[in-house]
């Protein structure tokens, strides 16, 4: 299928981690829509990978993907991730970091082995692959962070998650201004709550409570579509936006606005 979108990013090598499912798999949709190639990272749910590229390929007539299996919160993993991506495309122009996990519980429970769990991945492993993306790209490469509304804003049970946000848009202001000189332009997307199938099945009564209350807050009223989100990650990494960097952009009705 050949889609009506514009076609600025066709044969661009984007590589996004966990993107065999969520707003992962709604962006790498977004990048096939524009005929790019798109490298699928993701953990352990290989079925869901498999469907994240059929779904990319589907997306245009020109658009490639690969599914690549690495734990990005391991440093070693991320170095068979890019050894992959050489292997397949041997270059990257853009690198989205979507993966994150955490432990959702009061700040007074959180352990140790918790705090491992989610700066490995969503802040050591952003500035590690960061780091292997930037030897790969030319002038022009982007990179894109994935954040969240509780970097920001108190969610309930969120402060480890919330914390390891902040840091990671801390780290994009850094990269940002040190890759500047090199055309490489550093930004962070900032969601709300994401409208997301089957996650309110995942969640106790009381986050769903708390949920429901953050959207009926929300301006817009609702929680966020991914591919909103999905369609803004792409705009950071087309054509218009060579003089953004360090930005972080809330996709989010209006709820950091309040
Ligand atoms: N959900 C929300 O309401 C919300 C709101 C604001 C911001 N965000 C942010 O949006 C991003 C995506 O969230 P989501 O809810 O769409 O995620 P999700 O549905 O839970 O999907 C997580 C993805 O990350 C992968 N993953 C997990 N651990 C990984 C690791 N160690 N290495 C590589 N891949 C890993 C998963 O792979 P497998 O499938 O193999 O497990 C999956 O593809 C996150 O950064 C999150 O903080 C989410």
Known sequence: MTSSHPTDLQGEVVVITGASRGLGRATAEAFGTRGARVVVNYRSNTEAAKEAVEVVEAAHDDAEAIAVQADVSDPEAIVELFERVDEAYGTVDVFVHNAAVTAFKPLTEVTAKDVSLTYDLCVTGFLLAAQHAIDRMDEDGRIIAVSANDSHTYMPLHGLLGSAKASLECLVRYLAVEQADNGIMVNA????????????????????????DLKRRTPKGDAVPPSAVAESIVTFAGPGTEWVTGEVLNVDGGFAAL
């Open 189 to 212: 997307i900032n969601p709300g709550i994401l409208d997301k199938e089957n996650y309110y099945a995942s969640i106790s009564e009381e986050t769903k409570d708390a949920m429901d």
